[in-house]
């Protein structure tokens, strides 16, 4: 059997995250090493204040088997970073989003081995695990977890989940920002 992967095209960025009116395979963009934009979305519970975490497919290239963010992924050539978080989060976890209480929390620039930017989403959704449709290729498990848990999770390495550099930053604006209460 012969498994057909789908070509990704991305725009090429300049170095402070403008689109340069390139675009290239993600191939190419890696090879050349371009920087490109990457979406991360966190879905917050409005009411228990967890949030809702993906567990990564054993066939992934990075972090495979290992607890990460709520959905994400790469933002295709003409798509806004708002429009790829929208369609990853329908693909990932069939859940429905719209722009309007989504949240861009900050940006983060990667420029050493991966020359990419980040943008970082949050959104206060109430969110039924039982609804859940899991893109398998991509996630194998989805939950909840407590803020304190993900803290203590990236305080000690846990090898289980992924740690973001960016987890602090992250932490202080879903205290600042949402409606947490520890």
């Known amino acids: 059997m012969c498994i057909v992967k789908e070509i990704e095209y991305f725009d090429v960025l300049d ?4 689109k340069t009116g390139k675009i290239k395979t993600k191939e190419q963009i890696i090879r050349d090493k371009n920087f490109y934009r990457i979406v991360n979305l966190w879905i917050i519970n409005p009411k228990t204040k967890d949030i809702l975490i993906q567990k990564r497919s054993s066939n992934k290239d990075s972090n495979p088997n290992k607890w990460d963010l709520t959905a994400g992924g790469h933002v295709d050539a ?3 970073s708002l429009d790829a978080i929208i369609r990853e ?11 309007d ?6 940006e983060v620039k990667y420029d ?3 020359r990419n930017f980040v ?5 206060e959704k109430e969110v039924d695990i039982k609804e859940i449709i899991l893109q398998t290729s991509e996630v194998s498990d989805i939950r909840y977890f407590s803020l304190n848990k993900l803290i203590d999770a990236h305080n000690s390495k846990n ?6 550099s960016f987890f602090p ?3 202080k604006y879903i205290k600042k920002f949402t409606t947490f209460k520890r």
Do not use: P, Q, R, W
């Not at 170095?15 to 403008?18: S, V």
């Not at 976890?93 to 719209?98: Q, R, T």
């Not at 943008?119 to 959104?123: A, E, F, R, S």
């Open 78 to 80: 003409g798509e806004t």
């Open 119 to 123: 943008d970082i989403y949050l959104l």
């Open 15 to 18: 170095e402070n995250g403008n």
């Open 101 to 106: 209480n989504i949240i861009k929390a900050f």
């Open 159 to 164: 090898s289980n989940f992924v740690n973001h």
């Open 89 to 99: 989060t329908k693909e990932e976890l069939g859940i429905d989003i719209s722009h």
């Open 169 to 171: 930053d992250l932490i």
């Open 112 to 114: 050493k081995e991966k």
